[in-house]
């Protein structure tokens, strides 16, 4: 029987597929957004419901129980309470003074650290050196800029997906959670969607490029800088020598170099576009190449940033109100895919990639190109 601990193993094992076409499955992650103490008292106080239950997780069990014996009118009256509950979130937030917030951060660069700040301290700090006051020596120049740029750049990324998220829970076919769910962040026409904000992957640039028999790029890059008798540190590491080239190859701006920096900037746009026509070879390849400790088989709606004058500055368009909000509504007043007809969506991925482990969900990918 499809119960209560039925949906819960369901979710916390992260077997999620089953939810996308289940009406009952539908109502108890929905029911779950509610599932806060000041939520639930007025949700049932509002709806002339009582529960014996004094306890959120006990009471989760006895609301949703009460919930699926008329699954259509709870759909309904869940639908309304969430969406005046977000309507009173969304105007909380004042997004012009956010967007000017962000604009305050200038530069944004990860470095070695992005997925473990306090490994690569340890690694590259508390295990190295055994003299109290070097080590001290090492805070102003180096730890107090590692830390300060990992907060800010963790700082950056959580209010602008704040802001992401909120232009998408605005649109009239988004049913927000009012309360977390592990990997749902909305619903569209009844869709369990997580949000995940992201970059055209330098990682599946490279791969493309090594299918269309193009060259590495910074191997392609040291070629020509010979060429053009540019020198550079070849001591430097692989990030800093293709900043240093391409940046040497501005410079000169005479027809060679120029030539070099569009080959490239082509080949890239060839990759993007390619994307854009089928993004569902993108979908997989993000599901398949995703950390292990963050692993997730939830759908997924991709929100890829590309500024195609400049890659590395995709970053800043997180913060572009003017760009984000007219596509990412355009998409969803296109969104004509129900829980009977997002099969178009499924994507079909292996993880580990090249392993057995077979998992099926639904996703799609909004492109916002500058």
């Given at each position: 029987m499809k119960d209560f601990n039925y949906w819960k193993k369901l979710h916390e094992s992260e077997q999620l597929q089953e939810f996308n076409t289940d009406n009952v499955g539908l109502l108890w992650l929905k029911t779950k957004s509610i599932i806060r103490t000041e939520l639930i008292a007025e949700f049932v106080e509002q709806n002339k419901l009582q529960l014996k239950e004094t306890a959120s997780g006990k009471q989760f069990v006895e609301l949703f129980n009460l919930l699926r014996k008329n699954p259509k009118k709870s759909h309904g009256i869940l639908d309304d309470y969430i969406k005046d509950k977000s309507k009173k979130q969304l105007t909380a937030l004042d997004t012009e003074q956010l967007v000017s917030e962000l604009f305050k951060l200038k530069h944004f660069e990860w470095g070695d650290y992005q997925n473990d700040l306090n490994k690569l301290l340890v690694s590259r700090y508390v295990k190295v050196y055994k003299s109290y006051d070097q080590l001290l020596s090492k805070f102003e120049k180096e730890i107090h800029p590692l830390v300060q740029a990992y907060v800010l750049n963790s700082w950056y990324n959580h209010w602008s997906s704040i802001l992401i998220e909120h232009i998408f829970k605005s649109h009239k076919s988004v049913l927000p959670t009012v309360g977390q769910i592990k990997s749902v962040d909305f619903f569209i026409n009844d869709i369990p969607f997580d949000l995940k904000v992201t970059y055209l992957p330098s990682e599946y640039i490279k791969e493309k490029r090594n299918e269309k028999g193009y060259p590495v790029e910074l191997t392609y890059l040291k070629a020509k800088a010979k060429e053009a008798n540019i020198l550079f540190d070849k001591k430097a590491k692989p990030s800093d020598i293709y900043y240093e080239i391409t940046e040497k190859l501005k410079n000169k701006n005479d027809k060679f170099s120029n030539g070099v920096l569009q080959k490239l900037k082509d080949e890239k746009l060839e990759i993007l576009k390619e994307a854009q026509v089928n993004p569902q070879i993108l979908s997989k390849w993000l599901y398949e190449n995703q950390s292990a400790p963050r692993f997730g088989s939830e759908n997924r709606m991709f929100l890829v940033l590309v500024d195609t004058n400049d890659f590395s500055?995709?970053?800043?368009?997180?913060?572009?109100?003017?760009?984000?909000?007219?596509?990412?509504?355009?998409?969803?007043?296109?969104?004509?895919?129900?829980?009977?007809?997002?099969?178009?969506?499924?994507?079909?991925?292996?993880?580990?990639?090249?392993?057995?482990?077979?998992?099926?969900?639904?996703?799609?990918?909004?492109?916002?190109?500058?």
């Amino acid at each position: 029987m499809k119960d209560f601990n039925y949906w819960k193993k369901l979710h916390e094992s992260e077997q999620l597929q089953e939810f996308n076409t289940d009406n009952v499955g539908l109502l108890w992650l929905k029911t779950k957004s509610i599932i806060r103490t000041e939520l639930i008292a007025e949700f049932v106080e509002q709806n002339k419901l009582q529960l014996k239950e004094t306890a959120s997780g006990k009471q989760f069990v006895e609301l949703f129980n009460l919930l699926r014996k008329n699954p259509k009118k709870s759909h309904g009256i869940l639908d309304d309470y969430i969406k005046d509950k977000s309507k009173k979130q969304l105007t909380a937030l004042d997004t012009e003074q956010l967007v000017s917030e962000l604009f305050k951060l200038k530069h944004f660069e990860w470095g070695d650290y992005q997925n473990d700040l306090n490994k690569l301290l340890v690694s590259r700090y508390v295990k190295v050196y055994k003299s109290y006051d070097q080590l001290l020596s090492k805070f102003e120049k180096e730890i107090h800029p590692l830390v300060q740029a990992y907060v800010l750049n963790s700082w950056y990324n959580h209010w602008s997906s704040i802001l992401i998220e909120h232009i998408f829970k605005s649109h009239k076919s988004v049913l927000p959670t009012v309360g977390q769910i592990k990997s749902v962040d909305f619903f569209i026409n009844d869709i369990p969607f997580d949000l995940k904000v992201t970059y055209l992957p330098s990682e599946y640039i490279k791969e493309k490029r090594n299918e269309k028999g193009y060259p590495v790029e910074l191997t392609y890059l040291k070629a020509k800088a010979k060429e053009a008798n540019i020198l550079f540190d070849k001591k430097a590491k692989p990030s800093d020598i293709y900043y240093e080239i391409t940046e040497k190859l501005k410079n000169k701006n005479d027809k060679f170099s120029n030539g070099v920096l569009q080959k490239l900037k082509d080949e890239k746009l060839e990759i993007l576009k390619e994307a854009q026509v089928n993004p569902q070879i993108l979908s997989k390849w993000l599901y398949e190449n995703q950390s292990a400790p963050r692993f997730g088989s939830e759908n997924r709606m991709f929100l890829v940033l590309v500024d195609t004058n400049d890659f590395s500055n995709s970053w800043k368009l997180k913060r572009d109100l003017q760009l984000l909000k007219p596509t990412i509504f355009k998409y969803l007043d296109n969104f004509d895919y129900t829980p009977d007809s997002a099969k178009k969506l499924e994507v079909k991925f292996n993880f580990p990639k090249n392993s057995a482990n077979k998992y099926a969900s639904l996703a799609d990918v909004i492109f916002i190109v500058k």
